[in-house]
């Protein structure tokens, strides 16, 4: 590994709302010079296979997961997510919350269509289904079909409060963080909280939850993420500082549905080495 090396933590693949397939995945990260990648999926480990099979010559692969989490503590609770990395993708309890969520996705999924079909848009589920392909379906998918239908031109127009960002969302049924944290540790995974502050995106948790978090097992905070502002990345990084946390910082690359490019935000090589230490659930993957 480099002196510096780029080390990009949380990348999304069509195993749920990216849009390119895992191996083209690794393969992007490579060409765009990166010497760590990790591949977070929301609520699955189903692109991890694909990912090591076709990791390019020295590029490092950090399995990972992006878990949906909710925080009860707020009224209504409060949606969040958890990146969780180098645990065992076979412990039970959490093979389990993770299919319960992803099929509690596709209900959602179906009934957030069901409203936009009652409202005289012509959108299909089956449609939507076969298009994700087996991957964790999300409100993307569902972008996608308006956008197929003509009735918005961009990702970012369909989740605007007219369409999937108010109007037609449905909340998700996730895991409680504290529930999520404890599983993550107990599969020898590291859990990290990601885009913590990111306001723009909606409700923030308060930095007291953050916390008592670190107090039940966080360990880190991802701060440098493009939903931040600078301000809200300092912020960031004085809560870890105090909390002891480690702090990341990560594209959270999801392919043509976002404009971010791999490696916008990078992580230290001091972090991730702390990541790679507190992991006992699978190791990190290097070729050649
Ligand atoms: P869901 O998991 O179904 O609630 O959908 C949330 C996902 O949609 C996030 O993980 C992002 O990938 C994506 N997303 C959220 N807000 C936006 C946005 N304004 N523009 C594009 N994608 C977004
Ligand atoms: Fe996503
Ligand atoms: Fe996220
Ligand atoms: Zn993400």
Known sequence: MPARPLIDLHAHSTASDGTLGPADLVRAAADAGLDVVAITDHDTTAGWAAAVDALPTGLSLVRGAEL?????????????????????????ELVAELARVRQAR???GERIVELLRADGIDVSWPEIMAAADGGTVGRPHI??????????????????????????RLPKEDIDVFQAVALVRAAGGVPVFAHPRASRRGRIVPDSLIAELADAGLAGLEADHEDHTPAEA???RGLA??????????????????????GAHTTAVGAYERIVAASSGVTGVASG
């Open 241 to 262: 500082a105090d909390l002891g946390l480690l702090v990341t910082g990560s594209s959270d690359f999801h392919g043509s549905h976002k404009s971010v490019r791999l």
């Open 143 to 168: 972008a996608a079909a308006l956008i197929r239908a003509g009735l918005v031109a961009t990702t970012t127009e369909a989740f605007g409060p007219q369409w999937l960002g108010q109007r037609y």
């Open 234 to 236: 300092a912020h960031v």
């Open 68 to 92: 949906s989490c909710r925080w009860q503590g707020a009224q209504p609770a409060l949606p969040l997510h958890l990146l969780a990395y180098l645990f065992d993708p076979e412990h039970p």
């Open 106 to 108: 596709e209900a959602r």
